[in-house]
């Protein structure tokens, strides 16, 4: 089948879900609606100022098109009256549009050219089906985490804020203004509470429904909090790692009930185990290390990575445990034993697997890394296989990408990545908004 009738290039092309239409962009100022079993033109769509259309999609069921233009505009229409609905305008040329994977007719997603207005060099708001990002940090976003039943999302970052976000609309729910800069959060079990570890040395409980102050304050750390975790059974205790070397369990009303001493580098990971009686360390000294929770004595030592541990996580049955690093790869480690069960590697390696983390079933891992002068790179793992399932890069023009941390939903699809961009042009890093997969 041919559509013949632009006067220009086609820079673009979309079926309609459910493959009856084929909408066209062209260099011609037009986009074109065409019935793709016959190849008649249905409709013609004008309104870009005499401009090419860079992009073009159909809402998920097909009653509206959105058509993204170099003259800094998306504007949306009515399919079938092809009469514009609104108009969305930019402050560069339109490259990319979209629709948000869970649609309604206000929701979309454009991607703009200029780096200063997007903050994320070329990042899409929403890829249709497979992304969206949560826009509202004024800086870094440092740590993000799922709730317990995949609704609602927390972000912290170093504009002195965490944030919780509806995880189906991205739609900002609550601000929580902390004083410094949020290096770590988590969700309670129950996801009425959150916890922040933070720049000012503290650790913070909040009230995840309401702006209320912090309902609890605990001091003890002599320098940042870098790391925070629920323990998964009933939320009653907090477990905190710390630039000061250390690692501090918390009992949510009491304070604290057991400080983990014998580091000798920056704590940068912790995770406690499903029933509560085993807590999991990573350092920068290449080690992570099991804990009792009762002696407070080590039970096993971690010691293949030959960098540092940038995370670690417990499996949800709590027999695996899971650990990153900054030699390119990421472990699976028998919790018991101590014995490697699996070494998950990008072909050719990386620089750093920021993160790693199980999915809740625990049938799955989500890795992100990133390598020297290249695009970061986020994987999903089979861990019975050690197979590789799904990857995805993340790459912007001219700039070097960063991983800071991989996050999984509720169920085994879904996941989140946070990262950030160093431009090679000089404006510094570009980091923000995490983005949410499945």
Known sequence: MVFTGHTGGVTSVAFSRDGTKVLTGSADW???LWDAATGELLQTFWGQTEQTVNSVAFSPDGTQVLIGSQDKTARLFDAAKATVLQTFSESSAVNSVAFFARWKADSYGQRGCDREAVGRNDAPTVIAGAAFYLFGHKNSVT?????SDGTEIVTGSKDNTAKIWN?????PILTISEGSAVNSVAFAPDALTIATGSGDDTVKIWN?????????TFTGHTASATSVAFSP????TVLTGSADDTVMLWDVVTGVTHTYNGFTETVSSVAISPDGTKVLTGYDAHIATLWDVATGLPLQVFTKHTSWVSSVAISPDGTKALTSGGDGT??????TTAAVLRTFQENGGGDTVYSATFSPDGTKVVTGSSRSGAKGRVELW???????ITAF???GNNSQVFLNGVFAGRDARSFGVQYCRRATYGHGFRCGAPEVHG
């Open 330 to 335: 990421a472990k699976l480690w028998d919790l």
């Open 30 to 32: 037009t986009a074109k």
């Open 382 to 388: 089979d861990v019975t296989t050690g197979l590789g």
């Open 143 to 147: 740590s993000a985490v799922f709730s």
């Open 167 to 171: 995880a189906a609309t991205a739609a």
């Open 233 to 236: 059974v009933d939320g009653t």
């Open 393 to 395: 890069g993340i790459s």
């Open 208 to 216: 995840a429904t309401t702006n209320l102050p912090a309902l609890q």
